[in-house]
């Protein structure tokens, strides 16, 4: 009766100290974007894509991602990676244009 009771102890508390992986990254907008490149609203390269779309941005400061596509999360380290810029952006419809709202991601 012991053995099994001291049996049935071992494996709780195996069961509860065993680490369960966290996840790598999330965003709760939608999917992680990776981005060519992420900008200032007011930059250069952005403000005139923006103006062109007629989308006005309140804040000027605000990151844009230029060039978005999403990536799996689940998938990183099997080629499906992001050698640019990881984000998780607020706005994502423009067809992976540009992505509004961004905020680095780090998987």
Not at 33 to 60: E, N, T, W
Request: include cysteine; charged fraction near 5%.
């Amino acid at each position: 009766m012991f053995a099994k009771l001291f049996t049935l102890s071992v494996l709780a508390i195996l069961a509860v100290a065993t680490p369960t992986p966290a996840p790598a990254a999330s965003c709760s907008t939608g999917a992680i974007q990776c981005c060519d490149s992420v900008q200032p609203a007011s930059s250069k390269a952005v403000a005139p894509i923006l103006a062109g779309l007629g989308v006005v941005i309140q804040d000027v400061n605000a990151l844009v991602g230029l060039t978005c596509s999403p990536i799996n999360v689940v998938g990183v380290g099997s080629g499906n990676s992001c050698s640019a810029n990881t984000v998780c952006c607020d706005n994502n419809s423009f067809g992976g244009l540009i992505s509004i709202g961004c905020l680095p991601v780090t998987l």
